[in-house]
């Protein structure tokens, strides 16, 4: 499967934005899809993940302002952010694997595939 991450863009803080990340090849329902973060200087960070049966894992500062959503039939994985902060900050990438092993897939050794990241700028 090939992921395009898009949707990232310059925004203030408090604003909202949804990234999209969609997907080529491969059955896209027999995929988990995860969310991660990388913010200039520090390491990779998990966001959120949502499994085959769309249910969805997060990570603390995602959670009740970030949404995972999957919509199979159009192949796409979104990322809704509301009450975005500038410690949002980062290149924002998706990831998919097919074989589960357990949730929430929160480590970026747990994906086999990724897409290229999308930059999110939140201004204070």
């Known amino acids: 499967v090939q992921l395009q991450a898009s949707g990232g863009g310059l925004v203030q803080a408090g604003d909202s934005l949804r990234l999209s990340c969609a997907a080529s090849?491969?059955?896209?329902?027999?995929?988990?899809v995860g969310w991660f973060r990388q913010a200039p200087g520090k390491d990779r960070e998990f966001v959120a993940t949502?499994?085959?049966?769309?249910?969805?894992y997060y990570r603390d500062h995602a959670k009740g302002r970030f949404t995972i959503a999957r919509d199979n039939a159009e192949r796409t994985v979104y990322l809704q952010m509301d009450g975005l902060k500038p410690e949002d900050t980062a290149v924002y990438s998706c990831?998919?694997?097919?074989?589960?092993?357990?949730?929430?897939?929160?480590?970026?050794?747990?994906?086999?595939?990724w897409g290229q990241g999308t930059l999110v700028t939140v201004s204070s």
């Open positions: 990831a998919a694997r097919d074989t589960i092993v357990t949730y929430p897939l929160s480590d970026p050794g747990d994906y086999f595939y």
């Open positions: 090849g491969g059955t896209f329902s027999r995929y988990a």
């Open positions: 949502i499994s085959r049966s769309s249910r969805t």
